[in-house]
């Protein structure tokens, strides 16, 4: 018996779209991760990005526990000294309730340049709204 490896001109992309509406963040982002990655296939290889492409719809209307809004901090540096910036989760969620989702989808993805690949099949928007309706997304229940 042969182990079937996965080659990148062979692998057959879907969309999926996923409602965030009162979801936790957490278990919505490990969904996402593996659907990204190609590991909900049977064809998943580590090496290949055999995933596909999800569509997150109401971001700012996610979930999360306890008092992660108030006490969860996200951290960026400019390089330079005393570039150290900080964010609180309920200060991001206001700002760019996007990039509350993926950043925590991306630190669930590999750190390699597979994972930079597999992050930019992720599309995230606010409102209930998409321009992928072309693309015919199938659901994906959470």
Avoid at 81 to 96: N, R
């Amino acid at each position: 018996m042969k182990t079937q490896v996965a080659k990148k001109e062979e692998v057959t992309r879907d969309w999926y779209l996923v409602d965030v509406d009162s979801k936790v963040l957490g278990r919505v982002a490990t969904e996402i991760a593996n659907v990204l990655r190609g590991k909900n296939k049977p064809t998943f290889t580590p090496s290949v990005d055999t995933g596909d492409f999800v569509i997150v719809v109401n971001a700012e209307k996610i979930a999360l526990t306890g008092n992660k809004f108030a006490n969860k901090t996200y951290y960026s540096h400019s390089s330079f000294p005393g570039g150290l910036k900080e964010i609180s989760a309920a200060k991001l969620i206001d700002k760019k309730p996007e990039e509350l989702i993926k950043k925590a989808v991306k630190g669930m993805l590999p750190k390699n340049k597979l994972a930079r690949h597999m992050l930019k099949k992720l599309k995230i928007y606010s409102g209930g709204a998409h321009p992928h309706a072309a693309q015919n997304p199938k659901n994906l229940n959470i």
